[in-house]
């Protein structure tokens, strides 16, 4: 179980991350 939560939270940053990155670009 706890792979499988470490997964989601890593692929849960990785978003927020490029959302970030997006949002720098964007502005």
Same mark, same amino acid.
């Given at each position: 179980? /706890? =792979?499988?939560?470490? *997964? #989601?939270? /890593? @692929?849960?940053? =990785? =978003?927020?991350? *490029?959302? *970030? $990155? +997006? +949002? $720098? #670009? @964007? @502005?």
């Amino acid at each position: 179980d /706890g =792979k499988i939560v470490s *997964k #989601l939270v /890593g @692929a849960q940053s =990785k =978003k927020t991350f *490029k959302d *970030k $990155i +997006e +949002e $720098i #670009l @964007a @502005a």
